[in-house]
């Protein structure tokens, strides 16, 4: 069992409605309870998250997230929720930057700053995600696509902000494809990234999780790299049973 605090990041994407999000709380309750300096995320989709935070109250080492958010408190933008709405019904982060919705919806390197700003001012925990694509990696260009995409949070967040952030380095070409980068290249990119933000002034450390492709296979080879902080994980994370098989291993 490694000792150092890790967060365990489950991103349902568009599955699980709030029936068998209720039923998923229920058996994994059942099969897991609180391990010390372990944290347990879900970012189930917006319509099952007050469903997921009802079945799990009273569990401390539980958070709840939402996949997506607008920066603004209300008004006029059709589809969206914003972050104090989310609070109400049980929030306690926000995903950011996710490359599904900078790859298909359109979120911005700038969206993805205000959103962060937005959870900070507001009290919930960002979770910003960054990485390049395959095309970018055989570029030779990860370093850069990774810093242009820190660069505008580094540039709205007052350095001490940091102390409530947490990142995570999910390579595009590893997230749903069963490829995963190897746990030198994870590393790598952690140590880049860390860099990056001391060379900013950022002093506090950020955890930095890694995403893209663990399951239960890879998950101790990952995680025994101390550059890694936890885990986001989609595809696996969508059965109770494998999940609690997963956060129970480290
Ligand atoms: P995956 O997704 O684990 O299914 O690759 C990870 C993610 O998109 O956060």
């Known amino acids: 069992m490694m000792d150092r605090s890790l967060i365990f990041a489950a991103n349902w994407k568009m599955n699980l409605g709030p029936t068998e999000a209720r039923r998923y709380a229920e058996r994994f309750l059942s099969l897991t309870s609180p391990i010390k300096s372990r944290s347990l995320w879900f970012f189930p989709p917006a319509v099952s ?3 997921l935070c009802e079945a799990t109250r009273g569990r401390a080492d539980l958070r709840i997230g939402m996949q997506n958010v607008h920066w603004e408190p209300k008004g ?11 609070m109400e019904a049980g929030a306690g982060a926000i995903l950011a930057g996710h490359s599904e ?8 390197d ?19 995600c960054v990485g390049e694509t395959l095309g970018e990696r055989d570029g030779g260009r990860t370093e850069s696509v990774i810093v242009r995409q820190l660069t505008p949070v580094v540039d709205a967040l007052e350095p001490a902000e940091w102390n409530r952030v947490v990142l995570a380095y999910e390579p595009v070409w590893a997230i749903g494809t069963g490829k995963n980068a190897t746990p030198d290249d994870a590393a790598q990119i952690h140590e880049l990234i ?4 001391g060379r900013n002034g950022v002093a506090v450390r950020v955890p930095i999780l890694y ?17 890694l902080d936890g885990v986001l994980v989609g595809g696996a994370s969508l059965d109770p049973e494998g999940w609690a098989e997963l956060v129970g291993l480290s």
């Open 76 to 86: 006029a933008f059709t589809g969206e929720t914003s972050i104090p709405m989310a």
């Open 110 to 128: 700038e969206y993805v700053a205000r959103k962060t700003k937005a959870a900070l001012n507001l009290g919930v925990t960002p979770l910003v």
């Open 101 to 108: 919705r900078r790859q298909l919806f359109g979120e911005t």
């Open 49 to 51: 998250l007050g469903a």
């Open 194 to 197: 860390r860099m990056e933000l």
């Open 211 to 227: 995403g893209g492709s663990v399951n239960s296979g890879n998950v101790l080879s990952l995680l025994a790299r101390p550059q």
